[in-house]
């Protein structure tokens, strides 16, 4: 049967069952005839990628809905159960600002408290790393956290946790996956009322106490406390935008807790909004979602501005430069400024571990790794995703071979301390806003010590380009575009020689198989494309590293021409 005929097929069996509601029906009647929306909607059921189970809302096996949603916690469910040895199983949940979460999360905890299994709710919406330190705290067996990270308002979201606080490793996923293919119909899902969950003690509302617990702990990250609590935290101005997401009140109160009393809040973003309706993409990394904070930090002459995405897991920075003008910091520069920060605070304080080790992905810059292994830190690779950077803070924390130092990646996802097993935009907006105020002190601005970093170790400078390919055709589009670059690796690049192709399909340095191609070249650039795992995108990243900020910047826009151009031949 082909993709269209499974489609339809599908479809037909969505509006024929007596379990799909009457709003859910007329919405797929409304679609009678658009053969294409149908395909898209019903070719294939929602897939766990690199931020777990993502998708545009609405009905179909290929959308976000209770029908799916449901179905995918009876799926961990079962898992659970299957893996408890009789032992009690217990999960806590989580969701953010989007449209529809507060009933996604509600609706996923009387499935799993039909099944048994104790569950952990949040009253209202909470960041991610929250929830992966409550599944920590509470000793819970998993989490779930209903969120799209940044994504636009049409989407959300649906990402499972381990009893580490981890989001489910690829080998875990795959089993959760197969449980829920063994599901055959929606009569298989079980739910119980609101109610009689709480009656049995199956439905647990977290209350302040879990809050007071996580921002404690988020705040005994600080690295200099003493000395914002000695006047310079009155002095140091912040503007902050939560993009109308869930980083509201805990950025505030962290950064109150540790010293900053001159925070300013971006009025028109402060309240949760599932539209995000004042910006195009509630993204941080994105210079036009800071567009309302640069007009309130000009207003307000602020030393810093910092935004975190709608579930709070993304941060990104705007510093003055040289020149008085606020610019957007990019994820790898805002890393490696961390990265110099932490390591330097605590070789200061004789702190620094022999064993330390920085975690970052393949995708990420190489400036931070060469500013963590001037402190004598190793440095790791992973794929891209934050569990494998958990993962891997999971096993050393096993082993005690490694201490974990610091963990990013390039999208702006940071994480110290081991609390919680997945990147943190609190602890994030902590440490940068702590950083810029240290340098204050020494009449520093974050720009001058990126400049004096540069100096030492060399100007790197990277982009990133996405192509949207949406449907079932977009879907074609992609894989022939990473069929083209695998099947053809281009011997050199604007003249510069390739030295390596590294296809990580196979399994590379020990990683697991993963559909992504890195091409080094002979002057120490590289670029590397991969397929999003949350979204209908391929990505292409690009790095080069120069002896001047023009010369590299030149290289970088070369780079990015060349290789784009053939991308778009079959994009």
């Not at 925070?263 to 309240?271: A, G, I, K, R, S």
């Not at 011997?491 to 399909?505: C, H, P």
């Not at 391929?538 to 120069?546: L, P, Q, S």
Request: aromatic fraction near 8%.
């Amino acid at each position: 049967m082909s993709q269209n005929e499974t489609a339809v097929a599908r479809y037909n069996a969505w509006l024929n069952d007596p379990l799909i509601d009457e709003a859910t029906k007329a919405e797929l009647r409304g679609l009678a005839g658009d053969d294409k929306e149908i395909t898209d909607r019903f070719y294939r059921d929602l897939e766990f990628g690199t931020g777990g189970l993502r998708g545009v809302m609405g009905a179909g096996t290929n959308r976000l809905n209770a029908y799916t949603v449901g179905k995918a916690t009876q799926g961990l469910a079962n898992w659970l159960l299957a893996g408890a040895n009789g032992q009690a199983a217990s999960a806590v949940i989580a969701h953010d600002s989007r449209n529809l979460s507060p009933e996604f999360a509600l609706d996923s905890a009387l499935v799993l408290a039909a099944n048994g299994v104790k569950t952990y709710l949040f009253p209202s919406l909470r960041p991610t790393p929250q929830l992966s330190f409550a599944v920590r705290s509470l000793g819970a067996s998993a989490g779930i956290v209903i969120t799209a990270s940044h994504n636009p308002p049409e989407y959300n979201g649906y990402k499972a946790y381990g009893s580490d606080g981890c989001q489910l490793i690829p080998e875990d996923a795959e089993q959760v996956i197969a449980s829920i293919q063994q599901i055959g119909g929606f009569d298989e899902v079980k739910r119980i009322s609101r109610e009689e969950a709480e009656r049995q003690g199956l439905l647990v509302w977290l209350g302040v106490e879990a809050d007071e617990q996580f921002i404690d702990t988020v705040v005994a990250q600080s690295l200099n406390g003493e000395l914002l609590k000695s006047g310079l935290g009155d002095k140091f101005k912040v503007v902050f935008t939560p993009l109308h997401g869930t980083g509201n009140m805990p950025v505030r109160e962290v950064l109150r807790k540790a010293g900053f009393n001159n925070v300013h809040v971006v009025p028109e973003q402060e309240q949760p909004d599932g539209y995000f309706s004042t910006v195009k993409s509630p993204n941080p990394e994105e210079r036009e979602a800071f567009t309302l904070a640069i007009k309130l930090a000009q207003e307000t002459g602020a030393d810093i501005i910092v935004g975190t995405d709608p579930d709070a897991d993304r941060m990104g920075a705007v510093v003055k430069n040289n020149e008085g003008e606020y610019v957007v910091l990019t994820g790898n520069q805002s890393g490696a400024l961390m990265v110099h920060y932490v390591l330097s605070q605590l070789k200061e304080r004789g702190q620094l571990p022999d064993n330390g080790v920085v975690i970052k992905t393949i995708v990420t810059s190489e400036m931070g790794a060469d500013i963590a292994r001037s402190y004598g830190a190793a440095v790791e690779n992973t794929l891209t995703g934050f569990k494998y950077i958990g993962e891997k803070m999971t096993a050393y924390e096993a082993s005690g071979e490694r201490t974990f130092l610091f963990g990013y990646e390039e999208s702006y996802g940071y994480l110290t301390g081991t609390y919680a097993r997945d990147k943190d935009a609190i602890v994030a907006a902590l440490l940068i806003c702590e950083a810029a105020a240290y340098y204050s002190s020494q009449g520093k601005t974050l720009y001058d010590v990126l400049l004096e970093l540069y100096e030492q170790h060399g100007v790197y400078l990277e982009g990133l380009e996405s192509r949207t390919l949406k449907g079932l055709d977009g879907v074609q589009k992609i894989a022939a575009i990473m069929d083209d670059w695998r099947n053809a690796p281009p011997a050199d690049v604007n003249g510069v020689k390739v030295e390596r192709a590294l296809d990580y399909l196979a399994g590379l340095d020990g990683l697991r198989p993963e559909n992504v191609l890195k091409f080094m070249l002979a002057d120490g650039s590289w670029f590397c494309l991969r397929p999003s795992g949350t979204e209908p995108k391929i990505k292409v990243y690009f790095a080069v590293r120069g002896q001047s900020t023009e010369q590299a910047a030149e290289a970088l826009a070369k780079l990015r021409t060349a290789v784009m151009e053939r991308v778009d031949r079959n994009g």
